[in-house]
């Protein structure tokens, strides 16, 4: 039996939403032992002067505790 957590984090990027999800992942691996996944829960870009500037991303991240 494994026991695991989920945890939410908020990433961004200037180049798209895809960026934003791997620099997310690969933070949360930095950190996190185990990930096993993530959810992305919702997104949204920042914009000045009718351009987007930023595209954020808020997930869950799921990693194992122990098996």
């Known amino acids: 039996m494994s ?3 989920v945890t939410e984090i908020t ?3 200037r180049k798209s939403f895809d960026d934003a ?3 997310g992942l690969k933070r949360a691996n ?8 993530a959810w ?9 002067k009718g351009k ?8 869950k991240v ?3 505790l122990s098996d």
Do not use: H, P, Q
């Open 62 to 64: 799921t990693f194992v």
């Open 3 to 5: 026991v695991a957590k």
């Open 40 to 48: 992305i829960s919702g997104m949204k870009v920042d914009c000045e």
């Open 21 to 23: 999800i791997e620099l």
């Open 30 to 37: 930095k950190t996190l032992r185990n990930v096993k996944g």
């Open 52 to 59: 987007i500037t930023a595209y954020r991303v808020s997930m």
């Open 11 to 13: 990433s961004s990027s």
